[in-house]
């Protein structure tokens, strides 16, 4: 099915189509990136009501902005700001439509605000499929996988702690502890003074080779580091993701050309049309896929046009609770994600997560009624 041929719906009351909900969640184990600490998420929940149908959308935006520079905070802001402007004086609307309208009236918002534009999208989308009683993998150009592969993300230790070999111990026991439910990819934060080195030898000779080791630098290294982080994959690090700045092109061709690691983007990659320039430019060769920043629609786009590159593909998160956690599990299920996604248990990272839990199992997740209508998971309390 093609997203156009679902039915638009109804606005209804402008002032009442968007509410905007704040939920606030500790982390199970805090986790530490090149840019800080986290150990908490205040999220920001999109609801749409329509005819009777409600959609839900998750923004990703941290608390800080060393991500991308939008936070949650200038996210609600945003929306709560532009909301009654794009939907006044309008009957209907669909998600294909979401972007043209916001930036009509803010021309720059797609640029500024991507994750709080991709979370109305998103909202728009589960009530348009809510609405026309229509799976969210109906939209693929291809049959959807049963069960999605996911990968466990290793909650490092703080990089300033005075022994370094308990900050190894306590990533390699977590990794252990990942291994023996199943996962069969770790995530890790690598970067300066993250005993990066250390801790990749050591994950290394803990568990197969048939597991699966990714470094996430968040932009941390420079160009004098591209001999360090091809060394990494001599070492056993199989994919490094975004090891160099956003627009360090050129450390991210040579690091790709030294062949010794498999290299992804994240945050140099603004849209999902930027992640197949980067495979055609050599900047990368696996494709990390974020709709809480590009849109779901963007993501399926890219994924049915991935088989001509030949480059493997998963569905990165934002720390994400299960209203955005189940979306990407179906859009993991698409046929093109071939690497295992970032779509863990909740337990793993939420005491009580906003939804019905993910629960993963030998390290994949398989979706209750995968084909049920909509996109989202849904809030409990809604």
């Avoid at 520079?69 to 609600?76: F, N, S, V």
Wanted: glycine fraction near 8%.
């Amino acid at each position: 099915m093609k997203v156009s041929a679902l039915p638009p719906i109804e606005i209804g009351d402008a002032t009442g189509f968007v509410r905007l909900h704040r939920r606030d969640l500790d982390l199970v184990q805090p986790v530490v990136a090149s840019h800080g600490v986290h150990g908490s998420r205040s999220v920001l929940i999109v609801e749409v009501s329509a005819s009777g149908v409600r959609g839900w959308g998750e923004c990703g935006a941290p608390d800080d902005p060393a991500y991308t520079g939008e936070t949650a905070d200038a996210a609600a802001a945003f929306l709560a700001d532009i909301a009654p402007s794009v939907f006044t004086g309008r009957s209907s609307v669909t998600s294909p439509a979401i972007r043209s309208l916001v930036t009509s009236i803010d021309v720059d918002a797609a640029s500024r605000h991507p994750m709080a534009v991709a979370a109305l999208e998103m909202a728009v989308l589960d009530a348009q499929l809510r609405t026309a009683d229509a799976a969210f993998e109906s939209l693929f150009a291809t049959t959807p996988k049963r069960a999605a592969a996911a990968g466990a993300t290793l909650g490092n230790m703080p990089a300033d702690s005075t022994d370094a070999v308990a900050v190894i111990d306590s990533v390699v026991a977590n990794a252990i502890e990942a291994v023996s439910t199943g996962y069969s990819r770790l995530k890790l934060k690598i970067g300066p003074g993250l005993h990066t080195t250390e801790i990749v030898r050591a994950l290394r000779a803990a568990v197969t080779d048939d597991v699966q080791l990714l470094g996430d630098a968040n932009g941390s290294y420079t160009s004098v580091d591209i001999d360090h982080v091809a060394s990494l994959g001599e070492l056993g690090l199989d994919i490094v993701e975004q090891p160099f700045a956003a627009h360090d092109t050129a450390s991210h061709q040579a690091l790709v050309a030294a062949g010794t690691i498999r290299v992804a983007l994240d945050e140099g990659v603004r849209s999902a049309a930027d992640a197949l320039d980067a495979l055609a430019n050599h900047e990368c060769t696996d494709v990390t896929l974020k709709p809480a920043r590009f849109g779901y629609l963007a993501c399926i786009e890219v994924l049915d046009k991935l088989a001509d590159h030949g480059a493997g593909a998963w569905i990165g998160g934002m720390f994400d609770t299960g209203v955005a956690r189940w979306a990407n599990v179906r859009l993991a299920a698409h046929p093109a994600v071939t690497l295992a996604s970032d779509i863990g248990s909740s337990a793993r990272y939420w005491a009580r997560d906003l939804t019905e839990p993910i629960v993963a199992n030998a390290g994949l997740v398989t979706v209750p009624g995968l084909r049920r209508p909509g996109l989202s998971g849904v809030p409990l309390d809604a």
